[in-house]
């Protein structure tokens, strides 16, 4: 008998499973099904695709069996695709799945939150430890003549060993401890299944002992025959119709194809008849999935083709930045030996993805017109991937366009673009948007203060990615453009006779500043847009931003950020004025630097030379001593 191991990560998420789901321990139920379920889709698909599997006696179905009392079991057994003594190492002894450090470092000790993350983790077969002291798996691969047996305390080691199956198929059996004892009970048994696994398509048989009594010729005796009884409706969920389904049923089936333990956000089904023939139906998570910034997110889409499971493994079925939506697509059209490629090019496939991705849009904008704080709620948590929309997704460019919103300078809470347009002040010939990352830093950067005065609107971006979003792909909302107030050209438009009187006023003052600056810096100009702050740095009109150049920066890209930024000074400033009067070269030097340094500094860009601006400091604070 072979002793193996678990992974550390193994008995880091036994613990947690077994402390964070304690009150909840019933769910084990519904991940050993979902997982019988899934062996069952599999081998289905292997006998209608795979030459070797064409004669395959398939006789799907999940069975229950539980034993009361003393030394109380309870097995469930699958006739699936089985695993071998490999697959029994690999998926009962590690978890393959990518993140799980991250995974483990964002718990965060709330009950209610780690376990939802659990559950979204897909920790399933591990949940059997809560109820059980041991835990035996014996499985035979579909195709292999070896069955193997798995088994284990949960406490760090298991065991493999050869073993006997006649058919196919898993058995897990379930040495009940002292909180286990309850599910040895035909009646929990048969509630739990009804809560969680009415909807699984395959049937479960629940066997139990069926006690009667007969009496011939004045005697009677107690008859124990062992009887079964299927206790799931066994349908598709998502091809009945709606009007025969209640929330509860979509909140459990959820539960059983995602293993998320909460409720989803919401939900749009669908049946398509006509030209092509297919059912969807797709939910929103409530709490974000943990891998959704992930390059090797995992997809939450299953593509079924006339019930039958084809895949949970395509990251074609729906655009990239839809990859928070869980779900099934079930079509009527496509073949059953689908294969990656096909589902790539295939005609069929495409409208239906494209039909999806409106259809979920939709139900993302009506929310947003009927139920603003529910979709406020949606937008805090998806709003990055929606964005992505915006470059992925040409076709829908208008709907996710409606649905963005920003903060802004002037409003409360979030502002939409249809929002601003109807508040911009008469004659405003531009939307103004301003880019960084925090909020509070953005409401009081000297370059809004202009727009402050002027009482105009600027949107506020936090998000990384509305440099790129609101910068290149958007670009333009009904007939304004976007202008970023971090560049040189936002101001233009809004100077004033007196600004431009105020500008030869300081041109003196500008040419000295050239000269003193030099390399550091790509030009020098009087600014319309300051009132309170002496000075301010801005790209070039073409340059990326100051945030963009962070980005390239923090991508590794640090050749493509090295612009440097435009100093704009204002005219009307105490320090201003007070230089055009003054002869001081030293002063002048100085403070020269010093503007550029501080509105450097408030841009959150780092100063090349420390030494030297600590050195500029000191002088000018012996002078005011
Ligand atoms: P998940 O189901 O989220 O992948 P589990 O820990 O429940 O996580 O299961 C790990 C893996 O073990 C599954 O992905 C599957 O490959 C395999 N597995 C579990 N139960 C069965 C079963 N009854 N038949 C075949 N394979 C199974």
Known sequence: MAKH????????????????????????????????????????????????????????????????????????????????????????????????????????????????????????????????????????????????????????EYEIEPSYRDTPGTSITLHLNEEGQEYASRWTIENVIKKYSDHIMFPIFLHYDDVTMSEEEGEKTVNTDQAERQINAASALWKRSKGELKDEDYKEFYKTISHDY???????????????????????????????????????????????????????????????????????????????????????????????????????????????????KFYQQYRVPLKEGLYQDYENKDTITNLLMFRSSKAEGYTSMEEYVTRMESGQKYIYFITGTLKENLKNSPLLEMYKQKDIEVLIMEDEIDELV????????????????????????????????????????????????????????????????????????????????????AMGRAELASFKPILEINPQHEIIQKLINSNDEGLINDTAFLLLEQSMLIEGMELLQGAEFVKRMNRMMERAL
Not at 530 to 552: F, G, K, N, Y
């Open 470 to 553: 609101c910068g290149t792909a958007l670009g333009r909302f009904k007939d304004f453009d976007l202008k970023s107030v971090n560049r040189i050209d936002a101001a233009e438009d809004l100077k004033t006779e007196t600004d431009k009187e105020r500008e030869k006023e300081v041109e003196p003052l500008i040419n000295k500043f050239k000269t003193i600056l030099g390399d550091a810096v790509k030009n020098v100009k009087a600014s319309a847009r300051l009132t309170d702050s002496p000075a301010c740095v801005v790209a070039d009109e073409t340059d990326p931003t100051i945030q963009m150049q962070h980005i390239m920066r």
């Open 262 to 376: 909460d409720d989803p956000m919401f939900w749009v089904h669908t049946h398509a008849e006509g030209a092509i023939e297919y059912s969807t139906l797709f939910y929103v998570p409530g709490t974000a999935p943990v891998d959704m910034f992930r390059a090797d997110y995992v997809p939450g889409v299953k593509l079924y083709v006339k019930r039958v499971f084809i895949t949970d493994n395509s990251k074609d079925l729906l655009p990239v930045y839809l990859r928070f939506i869980r779900g099934i697509i079930d079509s009527e059209d496509l073949p059953l030996n689908v294969s990656r490629e096909i589902l790539q090019h295939n005609k069929v496939m495409q409208k239906i993805r494209s039909a999806s991705v409106k259809k979920i849009l939709n139900e993302i904008e009506s929310m947003k017109n009927n139920n603003r704080e529910k979709y406020e």
């Open 5 to 156: 191991q678990f992974q550390t990560e193994v008995n880091q998420l036994l613990q947690l499973i077994i402390h964070s789901l304690y009150s909840n321990k019933e769910i084990f139920i519904r991940e050993l099904i979902s997982n019988a379920s899934d062996a069952l889709d599999k081998l289905k698909h292997l006998t209608l695709t795979d030459e070797n599997f064409k004669k395959f006696d398939f006789n799907p179905r999940i069975d229950i069996f539980f034993q009361e009392g003393e030394g109380s079991t309870l097995t469930i057994a699958d006739t699936g695709i089985g695993m071998n003594e490999e697959e029994l190492a690999e998926n009962l002894g590690t978890i393959a799945k990518s993140g799980t450090r991250n995974f483990l470092q964002s718990l965060t000790g709330d009950a209610k939150r780690d376990s939802n993350l659990i559950g979204q983790f897909g920790v399933g077969f591990y949940s059997s430890f809560m109820v059980a002291d041991s835990v035996e798996v014996i499985s035979l691969k579909a195709g292999d003549d070896k069955a193997w047996r798995w088994v284990s305390d949960g406490k760090g």
